[in-house]
């Protein structure tokens, strides 16, 4: 009977939402203050007011956020230089506290239930940060041996929070982590590029050829990691490849 399963449905997600409220308490995932019900994104207003949407002016290509004043839309040097191999970078926020430590506790800590607070986030955006769902969605691989100690790929998880009405097109095993490279962070720029030469590898180069992708990690830092993954898919025939970031550094 449609009516009783409805209400079934209803009561069901009704015993979920409790269950979800019992298990994971609304407080703020920054400082722990409680939160009413069902606040999305879970941060009280304070810390809420701290984290920097990239709310523009933005280079087109990508997505560096200029300084206010520096006038109207136009490309960063580096993007006129051709460095990059995709066609636009987009990012929810910029990497500074206090959503540093939320990434980080949901990264190293497996605190995951920030992952409806990143997609609320995300809609918070202005429309020139919003990237159009494409027509594949591929997570940057972390190397086989950091996937078994870490348990998850915090960026298979942001990409299913990003396009939850697209998951069927997220693809993990196209591209490979097949080197377990230093860790970025401690590496300047050309030590960077050097380190992730080669680290990446594409599966079968024919369902990349031609399509709309985008890529999605977690920090943008100096784009090295995705520039190198945007780098082999060109190679292989992608249409276009874009880049969706939780968090990219301040400039
Ligand atoms: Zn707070
Ligand atoms: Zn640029």
Same mark, same amino acid.
């Given at each position: 009977m449609p009516i009783?399963?409805?209400?079934?449905?209803?009561?069901?997600?009704?015993?979920?939402?409790?269950?979800t409220e019992l298990l994971f308490p609304s407080t703020c995932l920054n400082c722990r203050l409680a939160?009413?019900?069902?606040?999305?994104?879970?941060? *009280? %207003?304070? =810390?809420?007011? $701290?984290?920097?949407?990239?709310?523009?002016?933005? *280079? %087109?290509? =990508?997505?560096? $956020?200029?300084?206010?004043?520096?006038g109207g839309v136009h490309f960063c040097g580096l993007c006129l230089s051709g460095h990059y191999h995709f066609d636009q970078a987009r990012a929810v926020a910029i990497?500074?506290?206090?959503?540093?430590?939320?990434?980080?506790?949901?990264?190293?800590?497996?605190?995951?239930h920030a992952l409806a607070s990143f997609r609320a986030l995300l809609e918070m955006l202005p429309p020139e940060s919003v990237i159009e769902?494409?027509?594949?969605?591929?997570?940057?691989?972390?190397h086989d041996r950091k996937l078994r100690q870490r348990g998850f790929n915090q960026a298979v998880l942001l990409a299913s929070a990003f396009f939850p009405q697209a998951r069927r097109l997220i693809r993990t095993d196209l591209l490979r982590r097949a080197i377990n490279t230093e860790p970025q962070t401690s590496l300047s720029g050309k030590a960077r590029r050097l380190n992730l030469k080669n680290a990446f590898t594409l599966r079968d180069p024919?369902?990349?050829?031609?399509?709309?992708?985008?890529?999605?990690?977690?920090v943008f830092t100096t784009g090295t990691t995705v520039n190198e993954c945007a780098r082999i898919l060109k190679k292989a025939g992608a249409l276009r490849v874009e880049v969706l970031t939780l968090a990219r550094v301040r400039e």
């Open positions: 009783r399963n409805s209400r079934l449905n209803q009561l069901c997600k009704a015993l979920r939402t409790a269950f939160l009413p019900p069902g606040t999305l994104p879970m941060f *009280c %207003p304070e =810390c809420l007011g $701290q984290i920097e949407l990239v709310n523009g002016p933005l *280079c %087109p290509g =990508c997505g560096r $956020q200029f300084p206010k004043a520096a990497y500074s506290e206090p959503f540093a430590q939320v990434i980080h506790r949901f990264k190293y800590q497996g605190k995951t769902p494409p027509e594949l969605i591929l997570p940057v691989p972390l024919e369902l990349v050829r031609g399509k709309r992708i985008v890529l999605v990690d977690d």
